[in-house]
């Protein structure tokens, strides 16, 4: 049986010619042998398991049944500060951003101003820092050009 190295990923170079590039999270070494599909997708720069088990059943039996942790280390990560910063998070996610309160995180979807879903992920409401609030938000894609466009016309 062939070693497994892990997910091996091929990349064109200016000069036409292609190289390679292994990049996993901090937790690839443990899930490299857990892997037994060797079922890898490309996820923000960083290697993710797709699925681990020939049979998707089985995922899905242990999710409902028992307990997954997914790594989800290549989400993006946004931190907003500063006096609007709650205002700014109310705007965007579907749920009541002022009860969130220090030390408290919520799993959201952000809509666009028409209500379509643009995204989902954790909104975390951090120790407030100098009298202002501070928020951490995770996200799958990159958001930070969506959140500024949300911006306008608050306090900078």
């Given at each position: 049986?062939?070693?497994?190295?892990?997910?091996?990923?091929?990349?064109?170079?200016?000069?036409?010619?292609?190289?390679?590039?292994t990049?996993?999270?901090?937790?690839?070494?443990?899930?490299l042998?857990?892997?037994?599909?060797m079922?890898?997708r490309?996820?923000?720069?960083?290697?993710?398991?797709?699925?681990y088990h020939?049979?998707?059943?089985i995922?899905?039996?242990?999710?409902r049944?028992?307990a997954?942790?997914?790594?989800?280390?290549?989400l993006?990560?946004?931190?907003?500060?500063?006096?609007?910063a709650?205002?700014?998070?109310?705007?965007?996610?579907?749920r009541?951003?002022?009860?969130?309160?220090?030390?408290?995180v919520?799993y959201?979807?952000?809509?666009d101003?028409?209500?379509?879903?643009?995204?989902?992920?954790?909104?975390?409401?951090?120790e407030?820092?100098d009298?202002?609030?501070?928020?951490?938000?995770?996200?799958?894609?990159?958001q930070?050009?969506?959140?500024?466009?949300n911006?306008?016309?608050?306090?900078?």
């Amino acid at each position: 049986m062939p070693a497994r190295a892990g997910p091996q990923a091929y990349s064109q170079g200016r000069s036409g010619g292609s190289f390679g590039v292994t990049v996993g999270t901090a937790f690839h070494r443990r899930l490299l042998p857990l892997n037994e599909k060797m079922a890898w997708r490309e996820w923000a720069g960083c290697f993710a398991a797709s699925a681990y088990h020939d049979s998707p059943v089985i995922e899905y039996n242990a999710i409902r049944e028992a307990a997954a942790l997914i790594d989800v280390s290549p989400l993006f990560k946004y931190e907003v500060r500063g006096p609007d910063a709650l205002r700014l998070v109310d705007r965007v996610i579907v749920r009541d951003a002022t009860r969130l309160t220090p030390g408290r995180v919520v799993y959201t979807p952000w809509c666009d101003e028409h209500g379509k879903v643009i995204d989902d992920g954790t909104v975390a409401r951090l120790e407030d820092r100098d009298g202002a609030p501070a928020i951490r938000w995770t996200a799958a894609d990159p958001q930070l050009r969506w959140l500024r466009r949300n911006a306008d016309g608050l306090h900078r």
